[in-house]
């Protein structure tokens, strides 16, 4: 059997769904990405939406991101450039923006200096050869066969997305498990990742930039 997770940040903390032979197993929701690990002990494959492999100011920005961008092509924008770890690494949000400015790169956002948190718990177990970094976008469009028509935050975009699942036979149950205040998109993330992951576990995935060497960031799908 084929045991995998697909995780997504969400407001008080992760969201994991589970997934046993391609099919939708189960979800909770973690404090910390660590008890997510410990309780998954079993899972094959971790597949996770968040940056793993941080540039520095001299290698950003980073080539899977751009890749990815041009992969979803209509929903480039929602792919966001990750921040320098010299700005990541700052004390405040000020001094980040600061370390930007001097880096030359784009300022960094409140809201993407606020997410260093998560991005740093998952670096701390980067080395763990079952965890890969995926991005839902990327995904549901693999999982279309081509770029998604509508944001995923708006009504039509859930619509889009429920039956991209429904036509790839993942369908949702109407009891995932305890989720806290995980939004209906962690949910939705949360599962392609998962999708994502059993492809990875079964060695079908692709991965962008499809030129990346080996031990080089990259975005699984």
């Known amino acids: 059997m084929t045991y995998v997770v697909g995780v997504d940040g969400a407001p008080d903390g992760w969201v994991a769904v589970r997934m046993l032979d391609s099919k939708i197993a189960g979800a909770a929701n973690y404090g910390s990405f660590a008890d997510l690990l410990k309780t998954q002990a079993e899972a094959l494959v971790v597949a996770v939406d968040m940056p793993i492999g941080l540039p520095t100011a001299e290698a950003w920005p980073r080539t899977p991101d751009q890749a990815a961008r041009d992969y979803i092509g209509?929903?480039?924008?929602?792919?966001f450039a990750v921040p320098i770890v010299e700005a990541l690494n700052a004390p405040t949000h000020a001094k980040a923006v600061q370390r930007c400015v001097e880096a030359g790169t784009p300022k960094l956002s409140q809201q993407a200096y606020a997410l260093r948190h998560k991005i740093f718990e998952v670096a701390n177990f980067a080395s763990d050869p079952r965890i890969h970094e995926v991005h839902p976008e990327v995904s549901f469009a693999a999982l279309k066969g081509g770029h998604l028509d509508y944001g995923?935050?708006?009504?039509?975009?859930?619509?889009?997305r429920m039956q991209i699942l429904a036509r790839a036979n993942i369908g949702a149950p109407d009891d995932l498990g305890d989720l806290g205040r995980a939004g209906v998109d962690d949910v939705l993330d949360a599962i392609v990742a998962a999708w994502s992951a059993s492809r990875i576990a079964n060695g079908i995935a692709g991965y962008l930039p499809n030129d990346a060497p080996v031990g080089a960031p990259r975005i699984w799908y």
């Open 152 to 160: 995923k935050r708006t009504w039509n975009g859930h619509r889009e």
């Open 74 to 79: 209509l929903r480039r924008s929602s792919v």
